[in-house]
């Protein structure tokens, strides 16, 4: 099933497109500079990262904990 049907699918690839750019964004700084056009949503994502990390951790810890054992 598509990740567009499936919400816990979703929530997952939305979580691992956050810490991915986030990631991308502490390791190479320029690659996400622009905040406008196709980058500038994953800058968006990054940002959320960056901001939210502490929400985005346990929402990855919750989501590794439910792929797991449900």
């Given at each position: 099933?598509?990740?567009?049907?499936?919400?816990?699918?979703?929530?997952?690839?939305?979580?691992?497109?956050?810490?991915?750019?986030?990631?991308?964004?502490?390791?190479?700084?320029?690659?996400?500079?622009?905040?406008?056009?196709?980058?500038?949503?994953?800058?968006?994502?990054?940002?959320?990262?960056?901001?939210?990390?502490?929400w985005v951790a346990a929402g990855c810890f919750t989501m590794g904990v439910s792929i797991i054992f449900f």
């Amino acid at each position: 099933m598509s990740a567009l049907f499936n919400f816990h699918s979703f929530l997952t690839v939305v979580l691992l497109v956050i810490c991915t750019c986030t990631f991308l964004k502490m390791q190479f700084p320029t690659f996400l500079e622009q905040k406008t056009g196709f980058r500038g949503f994953f800058w968006k994502a990054a940002r959320i990262g960056e901001r939210l990390s502490p929400w985005v951790a346990a929402g990855c810890f919750t989501m590794g904990v439910s792929i797991i054992f449900f």
